[in-house]
């Protein structure tokens, strides 16, 4: 518990339905510690984004505590709120959301144009970034003129550029091929061990789960399952 | 800031097309007002040259009775030139008028007209009075274009000319058109008949009388009389500058279209990219922005229409401007109808203030209606705006 950098005690998380509600998530505990390679994994509808959402303090808790990095979500103001992400958080969505008529190397800069990196840092920083995802021959490129894998290995760049304590990954393969989402992967499970970045994934692919070390199964919006891999 | 706004030049440019049809119609909006304005100016100073130069040299002294609208106190507006102002016209600045009102009878028909007496010799108003020195056998008189052409005189032609004296009896004799001028002072043109004031006053047995005196220059004479007021420049050209403001107002209603024409693209393309890039709203807010701050990115982006504008307005707004104000911009209707002074072309002129201004005026009004749709965001779902489920 040390080193537990989420912490989830009775959340729950209802949205309103027109005149009733309808709830998402019922009743989660749950704590992440620095370095996990984790995942929800469920059919659709069981909660798995909304859970994600809350963590990344996107969206606030109906009921109960949210613990990311000492700050409780539900507390947050807008400013605090976006400060946690801009600082800490690396967010990867299934439809990359990349900047359309910015450069792969813009792209990538972005999260470090909010923080104070001086111009000469924030070159050192994204080719880094895109090197771990060996894209540093596409700085120039577009987005459009990317291919799906390429474009989502950008977004992990851009997620892990300012080299942030936890990245959330929502179906980060759903609109990749095999190859592709292997590919992309290996990547994070390589930036996973030798930065020490927890991911956090939302996923029923079968080939992402096949790479978590800890699985967290969710069904209508309750932990069904928790398991962890001992290495 | 500076991150907010590097963005919004990205996106801005990144949207191609759209933000070039909008800032072409938004630079037109500039240089349009520019221009519009800029004839204003142009205009009021040239009337107002032209009035200072034709009519009313550095300010008159009108007859306590003299009223150039009222045609019944005119009889009685004269009064005997005072000792006071004796010397200035002796020199030469001080220019007495003597007016009455008239009749000529061009080709048998009857015009009413107003008499004029001025001195020949004066080099004050750019009247050509020299052309009065020159019959001495019949009375000289010379005319403006626009009575020439209402009366259909020419140089050389003569004329019946018909007054009442200052017993009330009527009196007629010939004049000879002398000369016919071009003016764009209609107050000195239409329906007036200028002859030597010598003569008129002895026509009008008013000898050593007249109804205004013209002066050169107001620092140096100011002579004090209590049949005559001072009337400064500033009051003579009154009834021209609220002329010229009516029509300010007119004309602005044509530029306020047109802008808010501008204006409604760039809000449509405001809410038109709020609802089509919800996605990219919400990963803003992922990476580390509060909706406020993506308000102003937005906003920003909006707004910058008026900056390119005003650059793509300068690339071919400057030469139009330099030329327009070179080659001047000639009216397309008959100027001399106008009852006022306006020539048949007009030179803009600009002054840095006028400049700044409509930018300012033009980038405010972009900034607000960048602003107002992209309040919405601040107030959106960020999960839902990822999602791109917004209505
Ligand atoms: N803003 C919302 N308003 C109303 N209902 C919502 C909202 N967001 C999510 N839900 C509902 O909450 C439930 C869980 O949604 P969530 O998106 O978390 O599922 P998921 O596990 O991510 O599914 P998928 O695998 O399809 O992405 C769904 O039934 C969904 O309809
Ligand atoms: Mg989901």
């Not at chain 2, 996605?279 to 910058?304: D, N, S």
């Amino acid at each position: 518990m040390d080193h537990s950098i989420i912490q989830i005690e009775k959340l729950t998380k209802s949205f309103p339905m027109g005149k009733s509600k309808f709830t998402a998530l019922y009743g989660i505990d749950l704590s992440f510690g620095e370095g996990e390679f984790a995942g929800f994994i469920g059919p659709s509808g069981s909660g798995k984004t909304t859970l994600l959402n809350i963590i990344g303090s996107l969206d606030v808790p109906t009921t109960g505590n949210v613990l990311v990095l000492g700050n409780s979500v539900g507390e947050l103001t807008a400013k605090q709120a976006a400060r946690l992400r801009k600082e800490s958080l690396g967010f990867i969505f299934q439809s990359y959301n990349l900047l359309a008529v910015h450069t792969v190397f813009e792209n990538v800069e972005f999260p470090l144009l909010l923080l104070k990196y001086s111009t000469s840092e924030r070159r050192n920083m994204v080719m880094d970034a895109l090197a771990w995802v060996g894209l540093t021959d596409k700085v120039k490129s577009k987005p459009p003129q990317l291919s799906g894998g390429e474009c989502q290995r950008v977004a992990i760049a851009r997620a892990m550029v300012k080299r942030p304590s936890l990245v959330l990954a929502d179906e980060p393969t759903a609109n990749l091929d095999a190859a592709n989402s292997h590919n992309i992967l290996q990547t994070m499970v390589k930036l996973n061990r030798d930065l020490k970045t927890t991911f956090l994934f939302a996923t029923h692919d079968e080939k992402v789960i096949g790479y978590l070390r800890r699985k967290v199964y969710l069904l209508d919006g309750k932990i069904d399952k928790d398991e962890v891999l001992s290495n | 800031m500076k991150t907010a706004i590097k963005l919004a030049y990205r996106n801005l440019i990144g949207a191609g097309l759209r933000t070039w049809l909008n800032v072409i119609v938004l630079s037109f909006s500039f240089v349009v007002i520019i221009w519009m304005k800029g004839i204003l100016v142009g205009w009021d100073r040239q009337a107002k040259s032209d009035m200072i130069s034709w009519e009313i040299g550095d300010g008159q002294y009108w007859h306590k009775t003299y009223d150039p609208f009222d045609q019944f106190t005119l009889q009685d507006a004269h009064a005997p030139i005072p000792p006071a102002f004796k010397a200035g016209i002796k020199n030469g600045d001080m220019l007495p008028v003597l007016i009455s009102q008239g009749t000529i009878y061009p080709e048998g028909r009857m015009q009413s007209v107003l008499i004029k007496g001025i001195d020949p010799g004066q080099d004050i108003l750019n009247l050509p009075t020299q052309k009065l020195d020159t019959t001495p056998d019949i009375i000289p008189a010379i005319i403006g274009t626009t009575m020439a052409r209402t009366s259909r005189l020419k140089v050389g032609d003569h004329v019946t000319l018909r007054w009442r004296d200052a017993n009330g009896t009527f009196d007629a004799t010939e004049i000879c058109i002398t000369n016919i001028f071009k003016t764009n002072v209609p107050t000195v043109d239409v329906s007036q008949v200028w002859i030597p004031l010598e003569t008129m006053q002895s026509m009008l047995l008013m000898p050593d009388e007249a109804t205004l005196f013209t002066i050169r220059d107001s620092e140096t004479t100011q002579p004090a009389s209590e049949n005559y007021k001072f009337m400064p420049v500033k009051t003579l050209v009154a009834d021209l500058e609220s002329m010229i403001k009516t029509k300010s107002v007119g004309q602005s209603i044509f530029y306020v279209v047109l802008l808010l024409l501008a204006l409604l693209a760039i809000f449509d393309t405001q809410v038109l990219s709020i609802f089509r890039r919800q996605k990219e709203i919400g990963t803003y807010v992922a990476l580390g922005y509060t909706q406020k701050q993506v308000v102003w990115l937005f906003t920003i982006e909006g707004a910058m229409h008026a900056i390119l504008a005003a650059v793509v307005g300068a690339i071919y707004g400057i030469p139009f401007l330099i030329w327009q104000a070179k080659t001047g911009w000639a009216l397309p209707v008959e100027t001399s109808d106008y009852g006022f002074a306006i020539a048949e072309t007009l030179y803009p002129v600009y002054s840095v203030g006028l400049v700044i201004s409509t930018m300012l005026i033009v980038m405010l009004a972009t900034a607000i209606v960048s602003y107002w749709p992209s309040r919405r965001i601040a107030k959106m779902n960020p999960t839902e705006a990822l999602r791109g489920k917004l209505q």
